[in-house]
Structures are given as C-alpha cells and as structure tokens.
C-alpha cells in the first residue's frame, strides 16, 4: 500500500510539468556511445513515448557518431575530426549517408512505431527537409552547415502527431550530399520553429569543470557564463558545437537548451518533468 501512495505522489508531482508542456515544440538530439546499449536505447525510446503520449509536440535528431566509426575502420577508412566537427571526405560520406539513413534511422523508427503508428523517418533530402552548403569551403570535403528548413513539412508533421526521426544529413540545390552535425541540425531546427526546448542527449553528465568530478556540474548556466567556460577552455572539443548551437537557438527565441546525460537511465524524463532535473540548462 505505501508504494502505491507514493507511486500516486510521484504521478502528482509531474503534473504541472505536463501542463506546461502539453501542445509544446520540444526538440531532442539523440547520439553518441548511448545510441549501442540497448537498455539504454529502449529506456530513451520509452521516454519518448510517455512525453508523446502526454501531449507534447516532439522532434527526434539522431547522429550515429561511433556507429559510423565501426563501420568506416571496417572499410579501412580512419575517422578524422575538428573541433568537434567530422572531416567528411567522399568515401566517408558514403559510408555515413548509409549508417544514418539506412541503419540507425530505420531502427529508432521502428522502436517507436513498435506500439504506436507516431514517427516518421526522414533525412534532410525528403521533401528538401533542409538544405545545406559547404561548411569549410573545402572541394573535396562533404561537411556541411544548413542554409533552410521546410517548417512549413515539420508543422504538418507535428499537428497531423507524427514524431518526425530526423537523420543529419541534406543535399545542396546542386545535389552534392552534406553531413551536417546532429547538434546543429537540432539546434537549428530549435531555431526555426522557436520550440519551447533543445534537449541534447550526450555521453556526458553536462557542462562541468572537471570532467572527473560530477559535483562540479553546472544545472543552470547563462550565456555569458558559457563564453567565460569557454574562453578558459573548460568547454572544449566536441562540446563545442554542443554549446554554440545551443546559444544560437536560444538568441532565436528558444526557451531553453539543455544538456543531458544519455547514460542515466531516464534522464530525459527526469530533465523534462522534475523540478531537480539531471542536467545542465542553458539559457539567455
């Protein structure tokens, strides 16, 4: 019996939650080494379901980032990156249009459509999604940054309830394919339909000064005091473009950003319907 009082508690508390966001763009980017344990894969998937189910309008962005990786050192092709951002030669973008598009996409749409009939999957080519350039002006390089974004076919989407499953990548008006960064896609679709939140899932607890301690955690930050971290070099490497899409996002009207462990077991549950959240919380 106590169980069941606090399990009615524990609905209780979340509520109010639920009625904020209910009817509410909330953008998520799912990638990194969480995207190959399966428990942890279906506790994300679950988390999804439960904040669809409850009214809230969702985006799903997926990278694939070490699932590339296996699959280009089995083409014996050495993975390279800059700052955060992949150097995407033309062998290499093979091998990621495939993975994204054809693999990791396929499975995330199927894991949700398993119960529910909710998610569509798509990538920047369908429907020109959102198109894109060359992100270091580089000939031989398939990098790239987004130039627009259909909203109008992300709208239709999200009032017909689908949960649109977008991979990363896009073609240019001259049909050159582009991997774009799974971060910057989300935050730039954030930006374009001004969603209530940006949840990136990562394989980090969120922005911490010591990246060994997690009581050095920061839950609530600003945009000033990211460009301090940053400028002390504390945010470094990939969460680099984490961060900056971030801000871009929220300069254009997003609520909130957020960056959260995908390694603890329902953190997006807990970072969306808690008062404590699990997390790291950027906004203006």
């Known amino acids: 019996m106590q169980n069941s009082f606090k399990y009615i508690e524990s609905i209780i508390q979340v509520i109010p939650f639920i009625q904020k966001y209910s009817g509410k763009v909330i953008v998520i980017k799912y990638g990194g080494s969480v995207m190959q344990n399966e428990k942890l894969k279906r506790s994300v998937i679950e988390d999804i379901i439960l904040l ?37 030669d033309y062998e290499t973008m093979e091998i990621v249009e ?44 398939f990098a790239g940054k987004i130039d627009l974004i259909n909203r109008e076919f992300l709208n239709l989407l999200l009032n017909s309830n689908y949960i649109p499953v977008i991979a990363s990548v896009a073609s240019s008006n001259y049909g050159k394919t582009y991997n774009i960064n799974a971060d910057t896609v989300a935050g730039a679709i954030a930006k374009s339909l001004r969603a209530e939140k940006l949840i990136l ?56 950003a957020h960056i959260i462990d995908g390694r603890l077991n329902h ?13 790291s919380m950027l906004t203006l």
């Open 52 to 88: 669809y189910s409850v009214g809230i309008k969702l985006i799903l962005v997926h990278g694939g980032g070490p699932i590339i990786n296996q699959w280009l050192v089995k083409c014996n092709i050495e993975p390279k990156f800059h700052n955060g951002i992949r150097i995407t």
């Open 98 to 141: 495939m993975v994204l598009v054809g693999k990791v996409n396929k499975e995330l749409v199927g894991l949700l459509n398993k119960n529910y009939n909710c998610a569509v999957g798509l990538s920047g080519k369908d429907a020109n999604l959102f198109s894109a350039s060359s992100l270091l002006n580089l000939q031989n390089d």
């Open 267 to 279: 953190s997006l549950l807990l970072e969306v319907l808690t008062s404590q959240r699990v997390g």
């Open 201 to 256: 899932l990562t394989d980090a607890p969120g922005i911490m000064h010591d990246l060994n301690d997690i009581r050095t955690l920061e839950k609530s930050l600003n945009i000033s005091q990211v460009s301090q971290l940053k400028q002390k070099k504390i945010i470094s490497g990939g969460m680099i473009p984490k961060v900056d899409c971030c801000i871009d996002a929220l300069r254009s009207d997003v609520k909130s």
